[in-house]
């Protein structure tokens, strides 16, 4: 088992920015795919931002210019840095980590919570 655990979430203002970190502890592997989704009650959860074992990026299109994705030198520990916040950007944010040498393995965190107020 690999456990997540999320930090950075909060309240912030239209334009503001949050720094959200996940860190992976247990049963980890140094190569793997770490990302954010996002989901508002309703809807399903969305891809913002991954990040492949090999480093290479990928993100919705809504958060492109504002959003960025980074990991530790570990591959374990992973940070989205969101700027120019906006209040359609208000959400759960989820981690999620991929394993997918040998058996498949896919964990979620329990999601942490991010209100842009207009």
């Known amino acids: 088992q690999v456990q997540l655990v999320e930090s950075g979430g909060g309240l912030v203002q239209t334009g503001g920015s949050l720094r959200l970190s996940c860190a992976a502890s247990?049963?980890?592997?140094?190569?793997?795919?770490m990302g954010w989704f996002r989901q508002t009650p309703g809807q399903q959860r969305d891809m913002v931002a991954r990040?492949?074992?090999?480093?290479?990026?990928t993100y919705a299109d809504s958060v492109k210019g504002r959003f960025t994705i980074s990991r530790d030198k570990d591959a374990n520990t992973v940070h989205l840095q969101m700027n120019s916040l906006k209040p359609e950007d208000t959400a759960v944010y989820y981690c999620?980590?991929?394993?997918?040498?040998?058996?498949?393995?896919?964990?979620w965190g329990q999601g942490t919570q991010v209100t842009v107020s207009s």
């Open positions: 999620n980590y991929v394993i997918t040498i040998g058996r498949y393995r896919e964990y």
């Open positions: 247990g049963d980890t592997f140094s190569i793997n795919n």
């Open positions: 990040i492949l074992g090999g480093g290479s990026t």
